[in-house]
């Protein structure tokens, strides 16, 4: 079964500090990856997105990702966070033509002190 | 990108009632996808809708249970039956968008449910 882990399940740091959330999957084969936010009270949107070439993928916001083969990772960074980055992050993995569907990991909460 | 718009964005029913939640999307497209968000959780893939076919249910979801609608390209319906306080849950719909090399999801804001 796909399986999609992150490694925090609740991180809190202070403006300006750096950040980085761990993703990883289960699986090789080739693999879509993607990192979504979800702001208190809002839908969720898409940070970034990997799919081929440069495994160091930058998103909005200031979010970059980096792919690692080798290790099955997908890991979120960020230099300097702000309070409004305060939100719920959630990987996800497609496996690239393996049908249509998205697996999701569990979600790492993010609470970032003014 | 899609933009997607669920009805109701919530409700609080009682057990044993059925609830039928909207999902309009201002595009045509050919997959749309329902999800649950249980309280404190990630999202679970419930099943994937398809236009003029029958939905494809994943496992633990059952259709008797939710029931999905796809009657055209821009609006889908997922009704929870007889429901009880473990259905209490964020209901969201997304949709896929396969313009170009990649593919995306968007999700609509959510149909959060209450079941007392």
């Known amino acids: 079964a796909q399986s999609v882990s992150q490694h925090n399940h609740h991180v809190i740091l202070s403006e300006a500090a750096s950040l980085e959330l761990g993703c990883n999957y289960s699986y090789g084969g080739t693999v879509n990856l993607f990192w979504y936010v979800q702001y208190p009270g809002q839908h969720l949107q898409l940070l970034l997105k990997?799919?081929?070439?440069?495994?160091l993928v930058k998103g909005i916001k200031g979010f970059e990702a980096e792919f690692i083969k080798s290790k099955f990772s997908f890991n979120l960074r960020k230099p300097s966070v702000q309070w409004s980055d305060t939100a719920e992050y959630f990987c996800?993995?497609?496996?690239?033509?393996?049908?249509?569907?998205?697996?999701f990991g569990p979600g790492t909460r993010l609470s970032v002190l003014p | 990108s899609a933009v997607i718009s669920q009805k109701p964005s919530r409700d609080i029913c009682q057990r044993g009632t059925s609830l039928t939640i909207q999902c309009q999307v201002d595009?045509?497209?050919?997959?749309m996808f329902w999800y649950r968000q249980q309280p404190g959780q990630s999202l679970t893939l419930i099943a994937t809708?398809?236009?003029?076919?029958?939905?494809?249910?994943e496992s633990g979801f059952v259709i008797d249970k939710f029931p999905i609608s796809r009657p055209n390209l821009t609006f889908s319906t997922l009704t929870v039956s007889n429901m009880s306080p473990e259905d209490s849950s964020i209901y969201l719909c997304s949709v896929e968008d396969r313009g170009g090399p990649s593919y995306e999801q968007y999700f609509g804001p959510g149909t959060r449910l209450t079941v007392t």
């Open positions: 990997y799919f081929s070439g440069d495994p």
């Open positions: 996800a993995v497609r496996r690239d033509n393996y049908g249509q569907n998205f697996v």
């Open positions: 809708a398809n236009q003029g076919s029958e939905a494809t249910y």
């Open positions: 595009s045509q497209v050919t997959m």
